[in-house]
């Protein structure tokens, strides 16, 4: 989370609509799940390229 928060120091997942709150639980929306794989996708391209390698 320290890291995330570094990268997107301006990220409000309520506000930017990524997650919705309802009774009791978190529910994480349609672009919360497209930033979640971008995320993904980037730390998986800077683990390669410490590797070494290229995706």
Known sequence: MKRLA???Q???IFRQNLV???S???IIM???RAFL????QAA???H???EGRSA
């Not at 794989?37 to 993904?40: D, F, L, M």
């Open 48 to 50: 390669l390229e410490r």
């Open 44 to 46: 998986i391209l800077a």
């Open 6 to 8: 570094e990268r997107a």
């Open 37 to 40: 794989a971008s995320v993904e």
């Open 10 to 12: 301006d990220l409000d």
């Open 20 to 22: 919705a709150r309802e």
């Open 24 to 26: 009791g639980h978190w």
């Open 30 to 32: 349609e672009d919360g």
